[in-house]
């Protein structure tokens, strides 16, 4: 078996620990985006956060005739967005509207302008 390996005369040590720093500096933001993208690397999810955003807020019972799921199934997906703090919940009568916390808008704006645009991208065939 062969095993790679990295061989190198000198480590960088500037480079090494401005990297270092750069990431503790950004430990914030980086486990945020992580988050983030954990929970909207599954289609469903995304597709939640994506309608969220464009409707503002959205109740399970819409969102299960919009996605033509059992309302059993988009509860699961969005206790999962609740659970990682992704969305928020708001009371009105006995129905539950859910939308997306202030918090996580910027971030998720990103992956909205290119649902949007319908950038190339998108359209290149992932190998």
Sequence with gaps: MNKQ????????LRQINHCKNKIASKEKSLSKLS?????????VRLIILYL?????????????????MNV????????????GNLVDV????QTYFYFIK???LQILESFFN???S??????TEIV
Excluded: M, P, T, Y
């Excluded at 503002?56 to 005739?65: A, F, I, P």
């Design 5 to 12: 390996v990295c061989i190198r005369a000198l480590a960088d």
């Design 35 to 43: 988050l983030v993208l954990g929970l909207a690397g599954n289609e």
């Design 52 to 68: 969220l955003n464009e409707e503002n807020e959205l109740c399970v019972c819409d969102l299960s005739d919009i996605l033509n």
């Design 72 to 83: 059993s199934a988009i509860s699961q997906h969005l206790r999962k967005l609740k659970d």
């Design 90 to 93: 708001r009371k009105d009568g």
């Design 102 to 104: 202030n918090d996580f």
């Design 114 to 116: 290119i649902i949007n």
């Design 118 to 123: 319908e950038s190339n991208i998108l359209k």
